[in-house]
DNA sequence: TACAACATTAGAGTATAGTCTATACTTGCT
DNA sequence: AGCAAGTATAGACTATACTCTAATGTTGTA
């Protein structure tokens, strides 16, 4: 598929994925049958892909964070073990927001407490 | 106390909580009896206030949203009723974020599984 | 064949959040 | 007095992550 169903797919505009590709986390083929264009050709793992960049960057996971991720999935050079340190240590980079998260929660909660009695 | 204190107390650099002032996170009071200098005075709730946007921040919030945070906490000027909406407003977020790193563990968590099966 | 819609590239512009430099004045210590 | 350390302000610079424009060429449809 061309840019715009990849766009039209994902909702993310043409313009981003080209930056995305600019970045490394996808990678367009070009046809060679094709010379009259130089038109990237995307594929259904590119979409998966895409889905995963919005899914982790709405959690606030940085470009190069994601690119590592992607990487563990399905990059083939790298081994299992290396696949599986990856991964762990993004799992507890998401359990330290948790907590962090949580803490905030709590002050916020204390926050309100406070204002109700101040009211009174 | 001035700034070099209080960036000595909060570990954020002078630069920073100029920063920040400048942003109207913070509010320093000159000093009218001394009329020689133009340094800012900070009290300790500015202390307090660092360290909220130190967290803050750490979870991803941003100023605009910390500001908002920080007028339903400091700012006379809003009623409770507002103070507690902004308030809760900021806890269902904060729910939403852990909901979707949740969603992302149990992401990471199978992408492991997979790549441990592969392995076999 | 005209022409709208689509594609590519380079590069400029925007927003957020700092970070650093330069300049100049003030304060504290010896 | 001299001098290092502290302070203020303006403005330049950086990094991240887009977002948009311009120029140019290609494709598909009436």
Redesign the interface.
């Known amino acids: 598929m061309l840019i715009n169903e990849l766009s039209k797919r994902t909702g993310i505009t043409a313009h981003t994925i080209r930056f995305y590709e600019k970045s490394g986390l996808i990678k367009g083929k070009r046809d060679e049958n094709v010379k009259s264009n130089n038109y990237f050709h995307y594929d259904e793992e590119t979409v998966e892909k895409l889905e995963?960049v919005r899914?982790?960057k709405?959690?606030?996971f940085t470009i190069s964070e994601i690119s590592q991720?992607m990487d563990?999935?399905y990059n083939n050079k790298m081994t299992?073990a290396e696949?599986?340190s990856v991964?762990?240590e993004?799992?507890l980079s998401?359990?330290e927001?948790?907590k962090?998260?949580?803490?905030?929660?709590k002050?916020?909660?204390q926050?309100?407490k406070d204002?109700?009695e101040?009211?009174c």
């Open positions: 995963l899914d982790a709405s959690i606030g991720l563990a999935w299992v696949k599986l991964l762990d993004k799992l998401i359990d927001r948790i962090q998260l949580k803490g905030m929660k002050m916020i909660s926050f309100k204002v109700i101040d009211d």
